[in-house]
């Protein structure tokens, strides 16, 4: 499978399970930065949890960052707001430098219940013990 595809295919909307392994790992991501911040920056326009998740997996699947920066700048503009492409550089480096556990995280899960085929129930609790004192 072509890793730079990867994210598209996480069933997190499918599969309740999944999505709370997905869930707990992106919650623990936002006590690590400035999530205020970045719900201020985004509302009403983006989903800042969609935005921090999609982070986490493209970071995890060491995917072209430049490449979804660049897209969602795009995206913004779009929808009308205006927002400096250094702004959403800057706001994923720092979730790269401050959520490194949690990118770290989101790889495991989505290695361990994708390809591995592992219970989402046994990847929670592993993850939780990772992310156990976060």
Same mark, same amino acid.
């Given at each position: 499978m &072509?890793?730079?595809l990867y994210y598209r =295919? =996480?069933?997190?909307?499918n599969d309740? &399970? #999944?999505?709370? #392994?997905?869930d707990f790992i992106t919650n623990t991501a !936002?006590?690590?930065f400035d999530y205020s911040a %970045? &719900? !201020?920056v985004f509302n009403p =326009?983006?989903?800042s949890d969609f935005f921090l998740f999609q982070t986490l997996v493209v970071l995890a699947n060491k995917q072209n960052k430049v490449h979804f920066i660049r897209q969602t700048h795009v995206e913004f503009l779009?929808?009308?707001r205006m927002i400096e492409m250094g702004d959403i550089e800057n706001l994923v480096d720092e979730i790269e430098q401050k959520c490194n556990i949690e990118v770290f995280a %989101?790889? %495991?899960a989505t290695d361990l219940m994708f390809s591995q085929g592992r219970l989402p129930s046994d990847v929670l609790t592993n993850i939780s013990q990772l992310l156990a004192g976060r």
């Open positions: &072509e890793q730079e =295919i =996480i069933p997190k909307d309740p &399970e #999944v999505a709370e #392994v997905l !936002k006590r690590h %970045m &719900e !201020k =326009i983006a989903d779009m929808s009308g %989101m790889g %495991m």
